[in-house]
């Protein structure tokens, strides 16, 4: 079985862009959240997997914080089943010693510990973070895409 390409990009925007998935239950449909929040990026040195938490292989360089970003058409573009930032993304300049390699990001619920992780995907290239170094996303960098 598979969704149709109008119900996937439905369900990114109720779920990225907050807005109403429509015909669906009662006459107002999926409704968004009254207060939309945030999604917290998460950087990952390994797979976090299917059952993974936004804490599984997530990386530890000093001063590291997931990222806010809202659920927003401002911060997140749906189209043609998929959803990318619409707004750079830029983690905390790392600080102490050390080297690590980011291969995988995460989007999910919570700014700290073992939160839900929702969406997670390989970086296009692996993303070395030694002291000093400011991880940035551009615009479009990160993407989800459900088919």
Known sequence: MSATNN??????ALYFNNT????????????NSATAGS?????HTANPGETGTQA???????AYARVAVARSGAAWTVAANNV????????PTATGTGVQTCTYFGIGTAATGAGDLLFYGAL????????????SFAIGELDVNVD
């Open 84 to 91: 990318s930032n619409a707004a750079a993304v830029t983690f």
């Open 124 to 135: 296009t290239d692996s993303l070395v973070v030694a002291v000093s170094n400011t991880p």
């Open 39 to 43: 999604f917290y990026i998460s950087l």
């Open 20 to 31: 109403d998935h429509a015909g669906i239950g009662d006459a107002a449909g999926l409704q």
């Open 7 to 12: 119900f996937e990009n439905e369900m990114l």
């Open 56 to 62: 599984t292989s997530e990386t530890s360089y000093g």
